[in-house]
């Protein structure tokens, strides 16, 4: 099957942009819905670092390092690099006894619009604690020191990559055909869009065993902590408060996003084919509108679907709405 | 016919992402070649600023108000509000007898990084010389001068804007079925690709007339004034400085490209569905690759396709490449 029209744009009486894609909505049992094809091969990209920090709590790391859920709400988050977040990741790591050289990120400039000013406007260059990815790696440094690894922690064959491997391969009931290298250095193993939703789905129904527990941890400590996830004004933040913390979400780049929920036991996985981030927002607000969970009247859910796009004059010149079909 | 497969973003072996479109190549009797649709409405949105300033000329307005090709360049630019920019832009209104507030463009914040760095750390608002569009609108103003109309200009029914309609629908040989208002609050028509592709043979092969002599002028100022079009490291500057001048290339927002080939008489326009300007601009580069016109070698021809992408540490994660079978 082809992508599925989702998310078009239009501009007075014309649809000026169109967004197709693959989403899929999984139960404890397997596919409850689906659009476009639910086997296409995907890199999940960010949207799976739920997924990347099992290991850092199955393993007993987490514990002994004495992780709070806000740092395990960093370990699953692209922050926008605002102070909150870098101090979180420097505090963590100082806690470990290392520190940022030690990171393997990589630098670019914060999303944040006070942190990014502040550097452009000192002439200071990012550091890799604004790295969107610092707190995974925070994450992934942490499994290292418990597992007694060498220090090119994102190297595809080190202990700690090969943790995430098997812990991405158990949850998403697949073998991955391969990786490609993700913008923080880390190996990104690919899957399908239904095997994403199914993972998600076994994260929205987690068992008494230890991955249950380190599953239901892991949501709990995103739900609880949202901007620390990603940050002010983004919309993993804002869709999450929208819902009450009841639904976990979590964007990845190349437009994927994911969502957990807990209540109906479901999860969710999408990929728009072109990688807009525009329309992987608009779809997955579509489909928890869709599901009950959020409320098409929020004023981030209009932000990010239906609501007036205006021009550099305050003019209203179109929106992003549903295409035809979809959710429905 | 749907939209023809061009550009892939490709991440370690798998294809991350996918960009279709539509594309028209025309001479001075019609389609030479087409990928996609051709049929396809589309907002040409800036692509078409050439055409919007040709009753600027026709009108006898510029040369009235004594405009150099540097001036006519700007009219047709999507510039980076670089302070030759808004420099040239205030002059030009200065020698009309107007400013700033005259323009009806709004503001946005300048692409240029050293103007944007000087308005954010002096805690400065850009204003509407600023604007990407404000030398169209400094056109606009010439002409408006000249036909003795009312100060607003960017309405539709202003005689300005229905001069340009006029234009419009006799360069591209079709009745426009209607209009957006775009980013600058100005009135864009919509016309099929194949019509803008027709529209910019007519640019390639103009005729001894009025009409010709204005095309004429404005793909030689477009030409001779790369930097004006739009800036260091854009996309139409790059282009139009790697083909010496041989071709003039311009962008529109929603992934539009346009290029004028007078020396082989050809135009081209095309669309990418989705929107997205990397792919537009890993199109047009192909095309204009595969017309013999560019040097694949060229660095901003690598720079836009099939150049390695690098990541946060500078590892090449992959490259934007043509899809198979685009455009050969």
Redesign the interface.
């Known amino acids: 099957m082809r992508s599925a029209e989702m998310i078009d744009?239009w501009?007075?009486?014309?649809c000026?942009?169109?967004?197709a894609g693959h989403a899929v909505i999984c139960d404890a049992h397997g596919v409850v819905e689906a659009w476009g094809r639910p086997a296409e091969?995907?890199?999940p990209r960010s949207s799976c670092k739920m997924i990347q920090a099992l290991p850092l709590l199955e393993s007993g790391a987490a514990d002994a390092a004495g992780l709070t859920d806000r740092q395990l709400a960093l370990a699953c988050a692209s922050h926008s690099g605002a102070a909150l977040h870098v101090e979180a990741v420097d505090g963590w790591l100082t806690g470990l006894g290392l520190s940022e050289p030690d990171l393997?990120?990589?630098?670019?400039m914060p999303r944040d619009p006070a942190e990014n000013?502040r550097l452009?406007?000192s002439d200071s260059a990012p550091c890799q604690l604004h790295?969107n990815c610092s707190g995974k790696h925070a994450g992934f440094l942490t499994l290292n020191r418990h597992l007694k690894g060498g220090p090119d922690y994102v190297e595809p064959d080190h202990p700690v990559q090969q943790a995430v491997k098997a812990a991405f391969e158990e949850v998403t009931g697949e073998t991955s055909?391969?990786?490609?290298?993700?913008?923080?250095?880390a190996p990104n193993w690919?899957c399908t869009v239904e095997g994403l939703a199914r993972a998600m789905a076994r994260f929205a129904n987690p068992g008494p065993d230890r991955r249950g527990q380190a599953m239901r941890r892991l949501v709990d400590a995103m739900r609880s902590h949202p901007e620390m996830v990603a940050g002010e004004g983004r919309s993993c933040t804002g869709l999450m408060r929208a819902m009450g913390g009841a639904v976990a979400v979590k964007t990845g780049a190349?437009?994927v996003f994911v969502a957990i929920l807990p209540e109906q036991g479901l999860g969710i996985a999408l990929k728009i084919?072109?990688?807009?981030t525009r329309?992987s927002e608009a779809a997955i607000t579509a489909l928890l509108i869709h599901l009950g969970v959020l409320d098409a009247r929020d004023p981030t859910a209009q932000q990010l679907l239906d609501g007036p796009l205006a021009?550099?004059?305050?003019?209203?010149?179109?929106a992003l709405r549903r295409a035809p079909g979809f959710p429905t």
Chains 1, 2 share one sequence.
């Open positions: 744009l501009r007075g009486e014309l000026e942009s169109r967004h091969v995907i890199y393997r990120c990589g630098t670019h000013r452009t406007c790295n055909p391969g990786f490609g290298i993700d913008g923080c250095s690919a190349e437009a084919t072109d990688g807009a329309a021009n550099c004059r305050g003019r209203v010149t179109g």
